[in-house]
């Protein structure tokens, strides 16, 4: 999913999208049907894609036995959870990102984007300004 706030794109990279891994996965348990397919190369069925089916709808579920609200819409991010259940209680939706100046690397970083691989403290990416700035301060030059 791409957002987008005032023309810019808020999650360039692969570095905010979550996606389950192995860990998070349900476990398969493969059943072998010994017949032949006629309109399958070589009499052949699938192969894997069949187990990858039930994985969102299994997730969807999980959130529903979890929170108590239906996502019918991937991905389910926690703001869309966190809005399926403000809906379901009648409250005012609530825009997360509301406040954030995307075009300042400080207001970026602050609303939790990877613009800055390490974000805040001593371990900020090399090319973070403020990691610039504070160098210049103590008068080094990284």
Not at 28 to 45: C, L, M, N, R, T
Not at 57 to 71: F, K, M, Q, T
Not at 104 to 120: A, I, Y
Request: with cysteine; aromatic share 6%; charged share 25%.
């Amino acid at each position: 999913e791409m957002v987008w706030k005032d023309g810019m794109l808020m999650n360039p990279g692969l570095l905010e999208y979550r996606s389950p891994s192995s860990i998070e996965s349900p476990e398969v348990e493969p059943i072998i049907v010994e017949s032949i397919d006629p309109e399958g190369p070589f009499g052949a069925k699938e192969c894997s894609e069949g187990s990858l089916a039930a994985t969102i709808p299994a997730i969807a579920n999980a959130i529903y036995d979890a929170v108590g609200v239906r996502l019918h819409e991937s991905p389910f991010t926690p703001e869309r959870v966190l809005a399926a259940l403000r809906a379901k209680k009648n409250a005012k939706p609530i825009n997360l990102t509301e406040g954030i100046d995307p075009s300042s690397p400080t207001g970026f970083r602050e609303h939790g984007g990877s613009l800055w691989f390490k974000g805040k403290g001593p371990e900020r990416h090399a090319l973070d300004p403020a990691r610039r700035e504070q160098s210049l301060e103590a008068g080094g030059d990284d």
